[in-house]
């Protein structure tokens, strides 16, 4: 029984990386804002599913919102304001879908040969979900680096967050301040992010952030 | 009692900030401004001589803390002191609007809220959450006049900071795996105290990764080296007022988070010294930081280029470690708050007077405006680190403490201070000096709280009050 649990957390974790990887090569804001709710959805059973186990009823707090306000509240908005902005068009990607794959892959070799001989005394679940997690964190940073659209930069950063909070979960006992402030957090730097998109939008009629990086011209 | 005077440092900006949102009129709520801020000042002061609570499961008040919070408080007051004139030209100009400035107001009590908080906080979740909160409330103001470049500022800001935010979380959460076998789960794996009292027995590799990510992720927040893009946009495109308090205030609370993280490892023994990173990066934030300043064009660009230059000093001392090297720190510290803060004041009028930031078109500072061109030259030599200002004293300390120790890194070392000392030494000249360039209107400047900053750095550099000594000493020591 308490094997099949364990696989079960696994199987989640390794789910969420999966999804990671989906994003990385999802050519239009569309599909990227559906995997972005596929994301917080395997988020919110995995979250869900640790409540489970560690017999953690305030866990099921993280995982409702991990489902209400990630995987729908979220995905929707920012698809209305693709919508606004009519943007819907192809993403450009820095270095190639083939390059960004294989930085993908490294990452997440690179984070399980730092992180699985450092936590080799921590119970086995915590041990391999911090491993996935740093990987789902890394790669939410290689996209973030590698996309020059404002949304899907937002898009990247969303599953960094997604990453921590797997990892604040798989962290038993972890208290309950910081997952409602995670949370809480995300609420508000979403609103900052959605003000600013809008700013943009105000300003420069276009949400492509390379365009702002004229302005800076001349300027140093 | 005392455990009041903590919640007033806590709560007196939390209800001016609701205050200050529903007031319309900027005349009363800059006044208020400057009231909740010298209120907020005052229990700060009381935290120094009143009887300390015990600490918490979410706060705490220690020798360390305090110097940090009254510090902290002194910046804040005398800011809104500045604020207040500035903004009112603002206004004026039409460069902001009176909602613009009603939502200024109740971000900058806001701000000062999560500062104090950080500082305060015993629980390393709840800083962390803090700092979140500083950082969010700041980038408000930064995109605050919506032109395009205040917008890149803002949008280069607000993720580079929550990038970090969110790699110094991981590393929060690391620290809590680290000490969940140790103190047992819950609450008082959080606590710093519990932390702090049990670190010797952490698992050693658990924390070097998590201090490798907490000096990344607060890292970014101090404007380290690599990590520091969005320090100099940040400050050229906000209002000046902000710009005086994220070089005075932000980036020491960063740091102080990261002190903390510093005290677990070194009572750990078979951790790894945190030392040479914080080194490393300091040197290098010092030397590149450096080269910049010869190419600044643009005034308030250039005073955060030399923000990241002391940073860089202030993490290099901390990391030499020893009761020397963290003293010369805590000084370096509060001589750049107080002097950097100063120089930003006179910089915003100047900035208003000529109606841009760009060096080419100031000039002869001295002979148009001589109460503001003086002040900028004292404000430069202070801060470039000349004699008898206090920066001199801390860096000589600094540079000594590195020679006892590590004499090629202090070789290194007074490369970079000379570095930055020649540039802005050179654009000063221009600056003050020579004939009069651009516009020569009045200004309405308030220059007390500029005054007060520079006395107070005169008078550190020619005596420190022996209890002040004593007490930094002390801290030094606690420091590790």
Do not use: C
Request: no cysteine; net charge neutral.
């Amino acid at each position: 029984m308490r094997g099949i649990s364990f696989d079960i957390a696994h199987m989640l974790a390794g789910f969420l990386v999966l999804a990671s990887f989906l994003m990385l090569y999802q050519a239009r804001l569309y599909a990227l804002l559906h995997v972005l709710a596929l994301h917080a959805f395997v988020l919110a059973l995995s979250v869900a599913w640790q409540a489970h186990i560690q017999d953690a009823p305030h866990l099921y707090i993280t995982a409702a919102i991990a489902l209400g306000f990630k995987a729908m509240l979220i995905p929707w908005a920012l698809r209305r304001i693709v919508v606004r902005l009519g943007v819907h068009r192809e993403i450009e990607a820095v270095g190639g879908i083939g390059l960004t794959m294989l930085g993908g892959i490294a990452l997440v070799a690179l984070s399980l040969e730092v992180m699985l001989p450092v936590t080799a005394q921590t119970d086995p679940v915590a041990r391999e979900d911090i491993a996935l997690a740093l990987s789902v964190v890394l790669i939410g940073l290689l996209m973030m680096v590698t996309r020059r659209n404002a949304v899907s930069q937002v898009v990247g950063f969303l599953s960094l967050e997604n990453g921590i909070i797997l990892a604040a979960t798989g962290a038993r006992g972890m208290p309950l301040v910081v997952e409602i402030s995670v949370a809480f957090s995300v609420l508000v730097a979403f609103i900052v992010i959605g003000i600013f998109l809008f700013r943009i939008r105000e300003r420069f009629d276009t949400i492509d952030v390379g365009a702002l990086e004229q302005h800076r011209g001349g300027r140093q | 009692m005392s455990a009041n005077l903590v919640s007033g440092v806590l709560f007196v900006p939390l209800l001016a900030a609701g205050l200050l949102a529903v007031i319309p009129g900027y005349r009363l709520s800059a006044g208020l401004n400057m009231l909740a801020s010298l209120i907020t000042l005052g229990f700060a002061l009381s935290l120094l001589v009143a009887e300390r609570p015990g600490s918490g499961q979410l706060l705490v008040v220690d020798d360390m803390n305090v110097v940090f919070i009254v510090l902290n408080a002194f910046v804040g007051f005398t800011t809104s002191v500045f604020s207040a004139t500035y903004i009112g030209h603002e206004l004026e100009t039409g460069r902001l609007t009176p909602l613009h400035l009603r939502f200024y107001h109740a971000m900058y009590q806001l701000m000062l809220f999560g500062m104090n908080m950080a500082l305060t906080a015993n629980n390393i979740g709840l800083m962390w959450v803090a700092v979140e909160l500083a950082t969010l409330t700041t980038v408000l103001m930064v995109g605050i006049y919506r032109t395009p470049a205040a917008l890149e500022a803002a949008w280069k800001y607000f993720i580079l900071g929550s990038v970090g935010i969110a790699l110094a979380l991981f590393g929060t959460i690391l620290v809590y795996l680290a000490a969940r076998p140790v103190v047992g789960e819950g609450m008082d794996a959080m606590v710093w105290t519990t932390l702090a009292a049990h670190a010797r027995d952490f698992d050693p590799s658990l924390l070097n990764i998590a201090f490798v990510f907490l000096l990344l992720g607060y890292g970014t927040k101090v404007g380290l080296a690599p990590l520091h893009a969005w320090l100099p946009d940040a400050h050229a495109e906000g209002p000046t007022p902000i710009s005086a308090v994220l070089s005075g205030l932000l980036l020491n609370v960063a740091l102080y988070a990261l002190l903390r993280f510093k005290i677990l490892l070194a009572a750990n023994p078979a951790s790894i010294a945190p030392g040479p990173l914080m080194m490393g990066l300091g040197l290098l934030s010092l030397i590149f930081a450096g080269f910049m300043l010869y190419r600044r064009r643009d005034i308030k660009r250039m005073f955060a280029y030399s923000s990241i230059e002391h940073m860089g000093i202030i993490v290099f001392a901390f990391g030499l470690a020893g009761p020397l090297g963290n003293f010369a720190g805590l000084l370096q510290m509060t001589m750049h708050s107080l002097t950097k803060s100063a120089i930003f004041f006179s910089v915003g009028h100047v900035t208003q007077v000529k109606r841009s930031q760009w060096m080419a078109d100031m000039g002869g500072l001295t002979e148009s405006h001589p109460m503001l061109g003086w002040g900028l030259v004292a404000g430069v030599a202070a801060i470039a680190g000349l004699p008898p200002f206090g920066v001199f004293m801390s860096e000589f300390l600094v540079v000594s403490a590195a020679f006892a120790t590590h004499p090629i890194l202090a070789v290194l070392l007074v490369f970079g201070l000379l570095l930055a000392f020649g540039a802005l030494l050179l654009r000063l000249g221009d600056v003050a000096f020579g004939p009069v360039k651009g516009l020569v209107g009045p200004v309405e400047a308030s220059s007390i709280p500029l005054f007060a900053h520079l006395a107070l750095v005169l008078v550190a550099g020619i005596w420190l009050p022996p209890p002040m000594v004593a007490w930094f000493q002390h801290v030094a020591r606690m420091l590790g």
